[in-house]
């Protein structure tokens, strides 16, 4: 089994940073591509962002473009969202997943992963 471990979150005011961190641990796994979702209370999970290692490529979602940074080592599995100006509405718990290849499609849509975390919450101050 796979396990993905989120640390980094916390609480912070609005207009500061927090740098996420995603780590894979357990038996061999070589993800095509990882990603970061969140789901606020009351809300459904939705994207932040993923990357994609062959391609080199990364997406993101509106809502966090310009402000959230995804990156990491295919290599070890990890993976890190550097999350600058954050906004009351970023509060959430934040999950981490990663996926063998897949449409980039499905990874958007949180339908291509394998393995999830089991999340980080992330409170965003006003």
């Known amino acids: 089994q796979v396990q993905l471990v989120e640390s980094g979150g916390g609480l912070v005011q609005a207009g500061g940073s927090l740098r996420l961190s995603c780590a894979a641990s357990g038996r061999a796994f070589s993800s095509a591509a990882m990603g970061w979702f969140r789901q606020a209370p009351g809300k459904e999970r939705e994207f932040v962002a993923v990357i994609i290692w062959s391609a080199r490529t990364s997406y993101y979602a509106d809502s966090v473009k310009g402000r959230f940074t995804i990156s990491g080592d295919n290599a070890k599995n990890t993976v890190y969202l550097q999350m600058n100006s954050l906004k009351p509405e970023d509060t959430a718990v934040y999950y981490c997943?990663?996926?063998?290849?897949?449409?980039?499609?499905?990874?958007?849509?949180?339908?291509?992963?394998?393995?999830w975390g089991q999340g980080t919450q992330v409170t965003v101050s006003s």
């Open positions: 997943a990663a996926a063998r290849p897949t449409s980039s499609y499905a990874l958007r849509k949180g339908t291509g992963y394998d393995y």
